[in-house]
């Protein structure tokens, strides 16, 4: 294993995959799949933990107190790391362990303007490494200057749990130009991992959440609205990605529960930051933060971002795609 075991502030760059640990179990599947995908891209991983020193250490007028108590955080912090590098065992990627001092979300927020991706669980345990997985799995994607996966369980316990995942990426989508380059970004992962691409738009009722819409338009006509423009997406997304294999899903449901479902047997599930609203009804603000919080597998938000990609996309809404 080439290993950079070096668990200072500052003392490396972060480009490639970053994984924040704290020795939880959800911290352990996020390593896990971090180790793989680095792997995969063959890009460096930087396996990060954090720390804070307690308040009432901080401000005691004992200052050799403080001292024995910051060492004695920074030595189970180190604990962490040793059992990460252990965890991953001999790998060709270069593996390299960091401690920082601060808090979790700042920290991992400065390390996502080098990185390629931040990978983080769920939640953590607390204790010293403090709220690493909790709050900052919600406060990373929505600030994270790269995409940002969030692994909720292992693969293995997933399939334990009845769930038979597919060699598939799923994207969800609203026709907004956020969803569209979290689409963008979903093909590149399913063109590198070779699996198909599937897009899925939910539709709420429109007796529910879309009930300001006008009384003549009705839910048959909004659903074959919706199937237009996801053909008319689909022969763009195409034009960037000749040998992707795509199918498009329109299903009647909340966003939210759709897009858990369809987490509980994808390979990986992408969506945006936030969305429009749009003619789906698909609020990707409140969508992405509800599906990360019950999501079966591990899902990539897609922060916003420029993207020259997108600049042809209206010249395929004058097609007949009929």
Request: with cysteine; hydrophobic share 45%.
């Amino acid at each position: 294993m080439s290993e950079a075991n070096v668990p200072q502030e500052a003392a490396v760059t972060a480009e490639g995959i970053v994984v924040g640990v704290d020795g939880s179990d959800p911290a352990l599947c996020a390593l896990d799949w971090a180790a793989v995908e680095a792997k995969r891209r063959g890009v460096p991983l930087n396996v990060v933990t954090c720390y804070t020193i307690p308040v009432f250490a901080a401000s005691s007028m004992d200052a050799g107190y403080a001292t024995l108590d910051d060492q004695v955080i920074r030595d189970g912090a180190q604990e962490v790391l040793d059992a990460a590098r252990d965890r991953i065992g001999e790998t060709e990627v270069e593996v390299r362990l960091r401690i920082e001092s601060g808090d979790p979300s700042g920290v991992l927020l400065e390390l996502s303007e080098e990185a390629d991706l931040i990978v983080v669980g769920t939640r953590g345990r607390g204790g010293f490494v403090g709220r690493l997985l909790g709050s900052v799995s919600s406060a990373l994607p929505a600030h994270s200057k790269c995409p940002t996966v969030i692994v909720p369980v292992c693969t293995a316990k997933r399939s334990d749990a009845g769930s038979e995942v597919r060699d598939i990426v799923v994207v969800g989508i609203d026709g907004s130009d956020r969803a569209r380059r979290a689409v963008l970004v979903a093909a590149e992962q399913a063109m590198s991992r070779a699996v198909p691409l599937r897009v899925v738009c939910a539709l709420p009722p429109v007796s529910g959440s879309l009930a300001w819409m006008p009384a003549t338009v009705d839910q048959e006509a909004l659903t074959l609205d919706v199937r237009r423009q996801l053909r008319v997406g689909t022969r763009w997304l195409a034009s960037h990605f000749p040998d992707l294999v795509i199918e498009t899903d329109v299903i009647q449901g909340a966003p939210i529960e759709v897009l858990i479902e369809e987490s509980a047997t994808a390979e990986l599930l992408v969506t945006g930051s936030r969305g429009r609203g749009g003619f789906a009804g698909m609020l990707l603000g409140s969508t992405s933060q509800g599906v990360l919080h019950h999501s079966k597998g591990p899902v990539l938000v897609v922060p916003d971002s420029p993207d020259p990609r997108l600049e042809d996309r209206a010249d395929f809404d004058t097609d007949d795609v009929d």
